[in-house]
């Protein structure tokens, strides 16, 4: 695209059913991460002044929020899903634009919203408490769910509207009040999506948006007092520091973090079948998700056969702006990111063997973009960094051993077990699997 004499649009804050800018005075840009001359719009630089009027705004709202029935809660998410499958196109389209996920992905994304709030809808109905046997006599025992009160809602730009929807929608079906802080890399998608509920009829203070740095938003969300549950997806450097925060002051806290998963392939695999798997794992996103396959743990006597079908395949992946439909593989989130992958290819260049890839791609459109070559390593030990450490980009290392026993090992020799999965055509082979990988 060329440059454009056209003013991006501002976008503000959400808080009490209005819009309006932050006390700071002050905005920051969001642009495509496929071509960074299109600025999607400019956002408001939050303060701990603007969550402070977000919490009060929810604390106002939570007592008419938690004695609306349940079910008429509920009634307003069906309202709301109805609304995002009505609006699924447009809001995909948008959301590749900001964060760069290929059309496909962020239909997928959507949906997964959609989805959560039929879900959550339906649990307006199945809020169901429990009665049980008195130890003592002529008395009755029983138990019903009551909200926590105000939820901070911090979330991740890789997925932007399927995990605020996640954490949003059984939050507020229980009577919870919201104040939402969304990544600074997607703040588009977060006004969108709250434009929506707006739209769906939650009730003014129920659902706060404020955007802007972790080191001032977020900080003040943990902090403070008045929030009593924090709901993180991000990070595992940024969710400890959180948690020691949340923990100082009694929060419930719920943390989704890092991840550094292994698909092992046994001599007796479906090759083809696991090279489909492990592509899509490990390049679809651009492997910018936390359950992305970053190492293949393979049998040494399937190891030639498999690579050469993974270097295949990965070389004929197509980059590119990801609203194009023929796009296979999209662009990084920002340069930062991009330096980071750089940085691990750099030090995989020591460890293991390039098969494939190893840098930036600049090549036409693709120099305006944060785009880096899916990148593959062969020979890297179990060990080593780029099979320990968390990089959340498209570099795939493959692990070479000899059985099951020493790919079981090398799939539980990491501090981020989070998913992983495994290949082969004997079903007790799988079930030990099951039993011993440690995900």
């Not at 959301?95 to 879900?119: F, H, S």
């Not at 691990?344 to 973009?369: F, K, M, N, P, S």
């Amino acid at each position: 695209m060329t440059e454009t004499a056209v003013e991006p649009p501002t976008f503000h804050h959400f808080i009490a059913g209005e819009w309006c800018p932050s006390t700071s005075a002050r905005t920051f840009e969001s642009r495509n991460p496929a071509d960074t001359r299109d600025v999607v719009g400019r956002f408001q630089q939050g303060t701990a002044a603007d969550v402070a009027m977000a919490i009060k705004a929810a604390e106002t709202a939570g007592p008419m929020w938690r004695r609306t029935p349940a079910p008429k809660r509920g009634e307003i998410l069906y309202a709301f899903a109805e609304l995002m499958a009505r609006h699924k196109e447009r809001l995909a389209r948008a959301m590749t634009r900001e964060m760069g996920k290929v059309i496909a992905e962020a239909r997928g994304d959507v949906q997964e919203g959609i989805d959560i709030a039929y879900l959550m809808a339906g649990e307006g109905r199945r809020m169901f408490g429990d009665t049980v046997p008195s130890e003592l006599p002529d008395k009755w025992a029983m138990s019903i769910r009551q909200p926590i009160g105000v939820a901070g809602i911090i979330t991740p730009w890789n997925f932007p509207m399927a995990i605020p929807c996640w954490k949003m929608m059984p939050a507020l079906v229980t009577g919870n009040t919201v104040v939402f802080k969304p990544s600074s890399d997607t703040p588009h998608c977060a006004t969108l999506l709250v434009e929506i509920m707006a739209e769906a009829g939650f009730p003014p203070g129920v659902v706060n948006l404020v955007t802007g740095a972790g080191a001032e938003v977020g900080d003040a969300i943990v902090d403070s007092p008045d929030i009593g549950v924090i709901s993180f997806t991000g990070s595992s450097a940024t969710g400890k520091r959180i948690a020691a925060r949340a923990g100082a002051k009694l929060k419930r806290l719920s943390l989704e973090l890092g991840g550094k998963n292994g698909v092992v392939v046994l001599a007796d695999a479906d090759l083809d079948l696991a090279t489909d798997g492990i592509l899509w794992s490990a390049f679809g996103t651009t492997g910018q998700r936390c359950t992305a396959a970053s190492r293949v743990i393979v049998d040494r006597t399937v190891l030639a056969p498999l690579l050469d079908r993974l270097e295949r395949r990965a070389r004929a992946l197509t980059l590119g702006d990801g609203l194009a439909e023929t796009t296979d593989v999209g662009p990084l989130i920002n340069a930062g990111a991009a330096d980071k992958v750089a940085s691990y290819v750099d030090v995989g260049r020591e460890e293991g063997e390039l098969i494939l890839g190893g840098g930036r791609a600049t090549d036409g459109d693709l120099a305006h973009g944060h785009f880096f070559q899916p990148t593959i390593f062969s020979g890297v030990g179990a060990m080593d960094r780029i099979g320990q450490e968390e990089i959340f980009g498209p570099v795939l290392a493959v692990i070479p051993v000899e059985g099951y026993g020493e790919a079981m090992l090398a799939l539980n020799q990491t501090r981020y077990g989070l998913s992983s999965s495994i290949f082969t055509r004997d079903v007790n082979t799988a079930f030990r699997a099951m039993r011993d990988f440690e995900t």
